[in-house]
């Protein structure tokens, strides 16, 4: 029988990765970061100049190797902003959907991004829905990016990222084609009172309740 496949989906900036992470490490499964395909298409993009818009990016989606997923350059805002461009692209959805669904399929495992309990993965065994106010993601992405409490530059600093963080979230909750969205029966859980290690207990909670 195949391993047991655990969808985890929520806006950017949610701790979905570290969630999926901690998941991953602790259930001995393997783990997929979906994110990182889109991010990986848009940096190619960029690095030959062209507009992330243009259908072009279908081409880089169809060559992606893994070791483009390996690039210690793919979490810019740049590349946030592009990733969320190339990701709105039916055809560059399409060209990475085989990857993923197939890694599904044949390993198992723990798959964080937009659409798993939606699109990629329907028949998960179970679906997460991770999120938080974006006030709470852009305050928690400020500290991530090295940022002091107490910092003059903290409020200009965590407005500008909770504007990033909005105009992604708004991007792909509003694309025609896979949408962020929750999947029906998701189970969600709100992060914003909670520590990265309580989100970890109330997810092996549900997990363990789908054993
Ligand atoms: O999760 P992360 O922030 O790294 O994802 C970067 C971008 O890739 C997202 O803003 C979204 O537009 C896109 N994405 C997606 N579907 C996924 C994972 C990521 O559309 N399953």
Redesign the pocket.
């Given at each position: 029988s195949r391993r047991m496949l655990i969808a985890i989906d929520g806006p950017?900036?949610a701790g979905?990765?570290t969630l999926a992470r901690t998941i991953a490490h602790a259930l001995k499964l393997p783990y997929l970061?979906?994110?990182?395909?889109?991010?990986a298409v848009a940096r190619k993009v960029l690095d030959k100049g062209v507009d992330p818009q243009l259908h072009s990016a279908e081409e880089q989606a169809r060559h992606l190797k893994e070791d483009d997923l390996k690039r210690h350059d793919l979490r810019t805002s740049e590349v946030?902003i592009a990733?969320?461009l190339v990701?709105?692209q039916p055809l560059v959805?399409q060209a990475l959907m085989g990857f993923q669904q197939k890694f599904a399929q044949e390993r198992g495992g723990v798959l964080?991004?937009?659409?798993?309990g939606t699109m990629?993965c329907p028949n998960a065994d179970v679906k997460l829905y991770i999120t938080a106010s974006a006030q709470t993601r852009a305050r928690r992405r400020w500290l991530q990016n090295g940022g002091q409490l107490g910092d003059p530059q903290e409020k200009a600093g965590i407005l500008h990222l909770l504007r990033e963080i909005e105009e992604?979230d708004s991007?792909?909750r509003n694309r025609t084609n896979?949408p962020l969205r929750k999947a029906d029966d998701a189970q969600t859980i709100e992060t914003d009172d909670l520590t990265p290690e309580q989100v970890f207990q109330k997810a092996m909670a549900i997990i363990t309740s789908h054993l």
């Open positions: 950017a900036a979905k990765g970061d979906t994110g990182l395909l889109y991010r946030d990733a969320s990701a709105a959805r964080d991004g937009r659409d798993i990629i992604r991007y792909d896979s």
